[in-house]
């Protein structure tokens, strides 16, 4: 995915309040800055559309999932008064404007390996390029980017496979390559555990919370992530899985390839931009068609969201930015919200924009916001 250029456009702000209002590139931008705005323009008009969700046959997409036929409807994002869309939660300073002074920082590159042999490595506490290596592991970690290799030699003592978990706590965020090519991005308050060294028909790790995946193509040992009852299997591809166990939905989003997502004995096969949806409350299950990009664009340093409650959208961003929100008026957890948050600016700058657009008002004091509907 392209990042997003410095500069500022009018279209940001109030692409979705004021219609259909074209953006126009400053004269001086590259094609690349181009290109990278347009992207822009359509993730945040795809988060902004007020569309049907699509539904597929269970009996031909979930084989059985459901055992019966998923009504063939659209379900339309409900406008009602309670309920705010915005096009971007976004603000760049302009030459002379103050903004507010920032408490609550952007989350960094942080994590704690835990290797099978009781040893607790902070990935964050060494210098760029730091290099660990003890009974044929090697570790090279490069904390400038935030990315661990890890590397196992030898065949292992033949016992059962022993298992490492990198953690990453609230504010922070990891990635990780893994000895068979795969990479993983690990998000705020996630863990993946991983065996020492994959087996020879097998290559299976655990996921807590949320990560995206680049697995390297092997046909003769399938890649499988195991998330509570779920299993996802791979031979080669990328795909985003957030499994938070405080969230009431859990979602495996296909960029390319294929997958397997198999659920007690149910399975169901995902192409490329759709998605397998639990919603654990309802215990429901469906597959839906997606733009994957506002799933996994948070690896870029965005945060897109689609007609998300403000509850939801505010616990995404407390693991990002290591804060607690408290509710001095219940309404507000229900208002509804689309658009985009930009992951490294300060959490004051959308707090900012909230309260210019919404009758929503926050206090903050050191890592405790309050939220409340203005009187």
């Known amino acids: 995915m392209n990042n997003f250029p410095e500069q500022s456009w009018e279209w940001l702000a109030g692409l979705w309040q004021h219609g259909q209002r074209r953006a126009s590139a400053p004269p001086e931008m590259t094609p690349g800055e181009r290109d990278a705005m347009l992207r822009e323009q359509f993730l945040a008009r795809q988060a902004a559309r007020r569309g049907a969700r ?13 055992g019966r036929r998923a009504r063939q409807r659209a379900r339309w994002i409900s406008s ?52 660990w290596q003890a009974r044929g592991i090697v570790l090279d970690n490069d904390t400038a980017t935030g990315r661990l290799r890890y ?23 990891y990635q990780l390559d893994l000895p068979d090519g795969t990479r993983v991005w690990i998000n705020s308050r996630s863990s993946v555990r991983f065996p020492e060294r994959f087996g020879a028909v097998s290559r299976e790790i655990y996921l807590q919370g949320e990560a995206y995946f680049a697995v390297a193509r092997d046909d003769r040992v399938p890649f499988r992530v195991r998330s509570g009852d779920q299993v996802i299997t791979v031979t080669g591809t990328s795909f985003n ?12 989003t296909l960029v390319e ?28 299950r469906r597959v839906e068609r997606v733009e994957a990009a506002l799933y996994t664009s948070w690896i870029d340093g965005r945060f897109y969201f689609k007609a ?19 509710y001095a008026d219940e309404s507000v957890k229900g208002r509804r919200f689309t658009g ?19 009758d929503i008002q926050f206090q903050v004091v050191d890592k405790t916001i309050t939220a409340k509907r203005a009187k």
């Not at 978990?165 to 965020?173: F, M, N, Q």
């Not at 985009?340 to 919404?358: G, Q, R």
Request: zero cysteines.
């Open 54 to 66: 699509h539904f597929y046959d269970t009996e031909r997409a979930w084989k059985r999932v459901t």
């Open 308 to 326: 998300f409650t403000f509850e939801e959208l505010a616990r995404k961003l407390e693991r990002w930015y290591d804060f607690r929100m408290i």
């Open 241 to 252: 899985v957030s499994a938070y166990d405080d969230d009431d939905v859990w979602r495996a």
């Open 80 to 131: 009602v008064a309670a309920a705010v869309v915005l096009a971007a939660l976004f603000l760049v300073p302009r030459p002379g404007e103050e903004l507010p002074v920032a408490t609550i920082a952007p989350g960094t590159a942080k994590a704690e390996l835990w290797l099978a042999g009781g040893e607790v490595i902070s990935l964050e506490s060494h210098g760029a390029d730091n290099r």
């Open 151 to 173: 590397e196992a030699t030898g065949d292992g003592d033949g016992n059962a496979p022993r298992y490492n978990t990198l953690r990453v706590p609230r504010g922070g965020e």
């Open 340 to 358: 985009f948050v930009n992951k490294h600016e300060p959490i004051e700058h959308a707090l900012s924009l909230l309260e210019m657009t919404t």
């Open 257 to 284: 390839g294929t997958i397997r997502v198999e659920e007690n004995g149910r399975e169901v096969t995902l192409r490329p931009s759709e998605q397998y949806v639990l919603e654990r409350s309802r215990d429901e």
